[in-house]
C-alpha cells in the first residue's frame, strides 16, 4: 500500500492534467458552459421544494434552505458514484496503451467532481445569508473535515464500481436504479425525526446519513457536528476508501484484457 501511494504521488501532474480536462470538458460546446454547474442543482432544489414543502407540506423551517445544504454534498456522491461505473471503460484507449497507475482515472474523475461542488457551495453559502440564518464560526470550521470524509467515501466507492464495470457491465444499470432509490433512504428532503423509530438505524445504515446530517448540523443549525455522527462518518469513509482500493488493485490486472 505505501508503495501505491508513493506510485500515485509520482504521477500527481497526470492527476491535475486529468482534472483540469475533466472541469473543462464537462460542459463543453454548451451555451451556458459553467453555469450549468449552479443551474443544475438549483432546478432539483425548485422540484422538490414544490414536492415536498407545497404537496406533501414539510414542518421544516425554511425548507428550502434545508434542502440545497442536503442536495449539494448529495449531487457530488451521485455523480462520483454512477460516474464511477464507466470512468475507466471510458479511458479503454489510455489504459490499454500506457503504462501508468490506474488508479489514476477514478481519483481524477472524483477530484474534479469535488472541485465543481466546492464553486457549487457558492449556492449554499448565498441562501444561508439570504435566508438570515448566518453562519457559526466554531461550526464552519468542521466543514473541510465533512468534505474530506464525504470525499474519501465517495473515492472508494467509484474505485470498487469504476473497476467491477469493467468485467460486469451492467453494473452501470444497476447503479443507476440504486441511486434513485438512494435518495429517498437519505434524510435530505426530511429530519431523521420523521423517520420512525424501529426504521431509524436501518437509515443510519446508510453512509450518506452521517455526513447529510453534519453538513445541516454545521450550515442549518449552526452547531458543531456532534461525536456520533463523526465517528460514523469517519468509520464508513475509511472502510469504503480501504475497501474501494483493495478491490481495485486486485481486479485492475486484467483490464487490458477485459476493455
Same mark, same amino acid.
Given at each position: 500500500?505505501?508503495?501505491?501511494?508513493?506510485?500515485?504521488?509520482?504521477?500527481?501532474?497526470?492527476?491535475?492534467?486529468?482534472?483540469?480536462?475533466?472541469?473543462?470538458?464537462?460542459?463543453?460546446?454548451?451555451?451556458?458552459?459553467?453555469?450549468?454547474?449552479?443551474?443544475?442543482?438549483?432546478?432539483?432544489?425548485?422540484?422538490?421544494?414544490?414536492?415536498?414543502?407545497?404537496?406533501?407540506?414539510?414542518?421544516?423551517?425554511?425548507?428550502?434552505?434545508?434542502?440545497?445544504?442536503?442536495?449539494?454534498?448529495?449531487?457530488?456522491?451521485?455523480?462520483?458514484?454512477?460516474?464511477?461505473?464507466?470512468?475507466?471503460?471510458?479511458?479503454? $484507449? !489510455?489504459?490499454?496503451? #500506457?503504462?501508468?497507475? %490506474?488508479?489514476?482515472?477514478?481519483?481524477? *474523475?472524483?477530484?474534479? +467532481?469535488?472541485?465543481?461542488?466546492?464553486?457549487?457551495?457558492?449556492?449554499?453559502?448565498?441562501?444561508?445569508?439570504?435566508?438570515?440564518?448566518?453562519?457559526?464560526?466554531?461550526?464552519?470550521?468542521?466543514?473541510?473535515?465533512?468534505?474530506?470524509?464525504?470525499?474519501?467515501?465517495?473515492?472508494?466507492?467509484?474505485?470498487?464500481?469504476?473497476?467491477?464495470?469493467?468485467?460486469?457491465?451492467?453494473?452501470?444499470?444497476?447503479?443507476?436504479?440504486?441511486?434513485?432509490?438512494?435518495?429517498?433512504?437519505?434524510?435530505?428532503?426530511?429530519?431523521?425525526?420523521?423517520?420512525?423509530?424501529?426504521?431509524?438505524?436501518?437509515?443510519?445504515?446508510?453512509?450518506?446519513?452521517?455526513?447529510? $446530517? !453534519?453538513?445541516?448540523? #454545521?450550515?442549518?443549525? %449552526?452547531?458543531?457536528?456532534?461525536?456520533? *455522527?463523526?465517528?460514523? +462518518?469517519?468509520?464508513?469513509?475509511?472502510?469504503?476508501?480501504?475497501?474501494?482500493?483493495?478491490?481495485?488493485?486486485?481486479?485492475?490486472?486484467?483490464?487490458?484484457?477485459?476493455?
Amino acid at each position: 500500500m505505501v508503495r501505491k501511494v508513493k506510485e500515485l504521488y509520482a504521477y500527481r501532474d497526470m492527476v491535475r492534467s486529468l482534472v483540469r480536462r475533466e472541469l473543462r470538458g464537462r460542459y463543453k460546446g454548451s451555451v451556458l458552459g459553467f453555469l450549468w454547474t449552479y443551474i443544475n442543482p438549483l432546478c432539483q432544489v425548485v422540484v422538490y421544494s414544490a414536492v415536498f414543502s407545497v404537496i406533501f407540506r414539510v414542518q421544516i423551517e425554511k425548507f428550502y434552505l434545508y434542502l440545497i445544504i442536503g442536495m449539494m454534498p448529495w449531487t457530488f456522491f451521485n455523480t462520483c458514484v454512477q460516474g464511477g461505473t464507466t470512468c475507466v471503460r471510458a479511458q479503454a $484507449e !489510455m489504459v490499454k496503451k #500506457i503504462a501508468f497507475p %490506474r488508479e489514476v482515472i477514478p481519483i481524477s *474523475y472524483v477530484t474534479s +467532481a469535488f472541485v465543481n461542488m466546492l464553486f457549487s457551495f457558492a449556492i449554499v453559502f448565498l441562501a444561508v445569508l439570504v435566508s438570515g440564518f448566518g453562519f457559526r464560526w466554531e461550526a464552519m470550521l468542521y466543514l473541510p473535515l465533512v468534505m474530506l470524509l464525504e470525499y474519501l467515501l465517495a473515492l472508494g466507492i467509484a474505485l470498487a464500481l469504476s473497476a467491477a464495470t469493467v468485467y460486469f457491465r451492467d453494473m452501470e444499470q444497476i447503479v443507476s436504479v440504486l441511486m434513485m432509490a438512494w435518495i429517498y433512504v437519505t434524510p435530505i428532503m426530511y429530519t431523521v425525526d420523521y423517520v420512525p423509530e424501529q426504521y431509524r438505524r436501518l437509515i443510519m445504515l446508510n453512509p450518506m446519513t452521517p455526513i447529510v $446530517e !453534519m453538513f445541516h448540523q #454545521i450550515l442549518y443549525y %449552526r452547531i458543531e457536528p456532534t461525536g456520533p *455522527y463523526l465517528a460514523l +462518518a469517519g468509520a464508513y469513509s475509511c472502510v469504503a476508501f480501504l475497501a474501494g482500493a483493495l478491490i481495485f488493485m486486485v481486479l485492475e490486472r486484467n483490464f487490458a484484457e477485459e476493455m
